[in-house]
């Protein structure tokens, strides 16, 4: 049996994380530094252990703990490390930046959740409100096998859907490509339009739209404009006049170099940010 250590178990993530992987086929071990995380545990009658009593021990070590602190504390533990160990990021960033240990006997796994798409066949209520995953809405879930043999992905793989569930379908990328998703494609581009749509609601209220008219229009609108967009309508379109109206607005709302963000120097600024903040 697999001796998997989560570490930062009491964590926003490693608290999902740890109670994901209750029955799993593996034997796992939590260390949480923190008293409010260890207390959070206890409701998952989970006990934690201090790192040194299980990770000489650990095969797998899930590395549940924030992008900027990743490279010092896995910098602190490297000695602890067996010999031959995965480590198992819940993000691209602190790999892409080269903040994990240099030691080449260590496999180096990494694992993100899509998150449950907005088209889906989800009927329970519950399931309909898993925004973010892990509780009840199926999601998919990108792996990376950055570092070691090829056998390791099975086992990675196998303990990320665990961790990630309910998992629907895995999609197999290098890290480079996970570093164009997030933050680039996701955070970068996705959420700041998201955001601008955000303050142009609160704009179209500002001039006297009524809140829930303008709520109730704009989530419906984006609805069917991102079912037609991204192919959930077969055959369906945009109007001729929306078309017109995107393409003069994408001249004003946006510089006319905007994809410059998904060139790798622009990726690895951004990582930078996100490991150092």
């Keep these: 049996m697999k001796h998997v250590v989560v570490l930062g178990a009491g964590g926003k993530m490693g608290y999902r994380v740890s109670a994901n992987l209750r029955g799993a086929p593996y034997q796992v071990s939590h260390v949480e530094v923190s008293e409010a995380g260890r207390e959070r545990l206890k409701e998952l009658n989970i006990q934690c252990v201090a790192a040194e009593q299980v990770l000489p021990q650990a095969d797998v070590v899930i590395l549940a703990i924030p992008d900027n602190a990743i490279g010092k504390v896995t910098h602190q533990l490297a000695s602890q490390f067996k010999q031959g160990a995965m480590l198992i990021a819940l993000d691209a960033a602190a790999p892409f930046a080269g903040e994990l240990p240099e030691r080449a006997d260590l496999t180096v796994f990494v694992a993100h959740p899509c998150h449950p798409p ?157 490991t150092r903040a």
């Design 118 to 274: 907005i088209f889906n066949d989800e009927t329970d209520l519950e399931a309909k409100r898993d925004h973010f995953g892990g509780l009840k809405a199926k999601q998919a879930i990108v792996c990376a096998l950055m570092r070691g043999p090829q056998e390791h992905y099975v086992l990675g793989e196998d303990i990320s859907t665990r961790m990630y569930a309910p998992v629907m379908r895995t999609h197999r990328v290098s890290v480079e490509q996970m570093a164009i998703l997030e933050p680039a494609l996701s955070e970068t581009v996705c959420a700041t339009c998201l955001a601008v749509i955000r303050e142009a609601t609160d704009e179209a209220i500002r001039r006297g739209v009524p809140e829930a008219a303008a709520k109730d229009f704009i989530l419906g609108h984006l609805n069917v404009e991102l079912a037609i967009l991204f192919d959930q309508l077969p055959g369906a379109r945009l109007s001729d006049a929306a078309t017109r109206a995107v393409e003069r607005a994408k001249t004003e709302i946006f510089a006319p170099d905007w994809k410059k963000v998904f060139e790798p120097e622009a990726i690895a600024e951004s990582i930078r940010m996100i």
